[in-house]
């Protein structure tokens, strides 16, 4: 058996019940954090939450040669773990696939996801969003400025009046110059706001920082006006409002303190 199971979205405690009692009851433990991570805690305070021994995959040891959690898998119970959820933004439908192919049943159970989160904490309602992008560290793609994808999905969603939950590059394990195993690196929003406000357009924003956690943080504005500001801690994300409905436009005046004047554009 292999179970999927999504830690959510802040620290040790944000699993669900059923995910931290599949944890205890596995046989072996993984988990990768290279897509995301949990920025309230650290393996050895999962490790002690949950009483258990968690191993830690690199992305290579998940997509290119998963053969050890395939093998334990065929074994006995194994886990593998991920923040947010396992099946959405941190997809590993290859890895159970290839779990299927060899007669290894699977189970997913689901963490709460930053997108979820974000229509929660901004009041944006959850129907209204289209197709979700990345915005990478420049360095990432080769070039300085925003990615076209990244600008075409935005503005394909608000030909539709959709909302955009833009997600901000993370980079564990690579750097500027290459592979770095010591390289942990998070693109803040202020940095994504910059960025956006210079290669795209100056346009109303939400920034979502540290969803999940006790000092979350939700404020919007334009982007030129969110590059001034600093939000903390990681984890941080964008949302580039499409049309609003009155109710979405009031609570982004009483959730995330938005300059009227803006909600009326």
């Given at each position: 058996?292999?179970?999927?199971?999504?830690?959510?979205?802040?620290?040790?405690?944000?699993?669900?019940?059923?995910?931290?009692?599949?944890?205890?009851?596995?046989?072996?433990?993984?988990?990768?954090?290279?897509?995301?991570?949990l920025v309230g805690t650290?393996?050895?305070?999962?490790?002690?939450?949950?009483?258990?021994?968690?191993?830690?995959?690199?992305?290579?040891?998940?997509?290119?040669?998963?053969?050890?959690?395939?093998?334990?898998?065929?074994?006995?119970?194994?886990?593998?773990?991920?923040?947010?959820?396992?099946?959405?933004?941190?997809?590993?439908?290859?890895?159970?696939?290839?779990?299927?192919?060899?007669?290894?049943?699977?189970?997913?159970?689901?963490?709460?996801?930053?997108?979820?989160?974000?229509?929660?904490?901004?009041?944006?309602?959850?129907?209204?969003?289209?197709?979700?992008?990345?915005?990478?560290?420049?360095?990432?793609?080769?070039?300085?400025?925003?990615?076209?994808?990244?600008?075409?999905?935005?503005?394909?969603?608000?030909?539709?009046?959709?909302?955009?939950?833009?997600?901000?590059?993370?980079?564990?394990?690579?750097?500027?110059?290459?592979?770095?195993?010591?390289?942990?690196?998070?693109?803040?929003?202020?940095?994504?706001?910059g960025l956006l406000a210079?290669?795209?357009?100056?346009?109303?924003?939400?920034?979502?920082?540290?969803?999940?956690?006790?000092?979350?943080?939700?404020?919007?504005?334009?982007?030129?006006?969110?590059?001034?500001?600093?939000?903390?801690?990681?984890?941080?994300?964008?949302?580039?409002?499409?049309?609003?409905?009155?109710?979405?436009?009031?609570?982004?005046?009483?959730?995330?303190?938005?300059?009227?004047?803006?909600?009326?554009?």
């Open positions: 058996m292999l179970t999927f199971i999504g830690l959510g979205l802040y620290d040790e405690r944000s699993v669900t019940v059923e995910g931290r009692d599949a944890i205890r009851s596995a046989d072996r433990v993984f988990a990768e954090f290279y897509t995301s991570r650290d393996i050895e305070e999962l490790e002690a939450y949950h009483d258990t021994e968690i191993e830690v995959r690199a992305r290579e040891g998940v997509e290119r040669d998963p053969e050890a959690i395939l093998a334990a898998a065929e074994e006995n119970h194994a886990a593998f773990l991920t923040a947010g959820d396992t099946m959405i933004s941190t997809t590993h439908t290859d890895l159970r696939l290839r779990a299927e192919e060899r007669g290894i049943d699977t189970r997913v159970i689901h963490g709460v996801t930053a997108q979820s989160a974000a229509s929660s904490l901004t009041g944006l309602q959850n129907y209204r969003f289209g197709k979700a992008t990345t915005l990478p560290f420049p360095y990432a793609h080769g070039g300085d400025d925003v990615p076209g994808s990244v600008i075409d999905t935005i503005e394909a969603n608000r030909d539709r009046g959709l909302h955009t939950v833009v997600y901000l590059d993370i980079k564990v394990g690579t750097g500027p110059t290459g592979p770095d195993p010591d390289h942990e690196e998070y693109m803040t929003a202020d940095v994504a706001a210079d290669g795209w357009e100056d346009a109303l924003a939400v920034v979502v920082a540290r969803a999940g956690s006790p000092d979350a943080v939700v404020a919007a504005d334009r982007l030129s006006a969110l590059a001034e500001r600093e939000f903390g801690d990681p984890l941080h994300l964008l949302v580039i409002p499409g049309d609003l409905h009155h109710v979405e436009a009031d609570a982004l005046a009483g959730l995330a303190d938005a300059p009227p004047e803006l909600l009326e554009e």
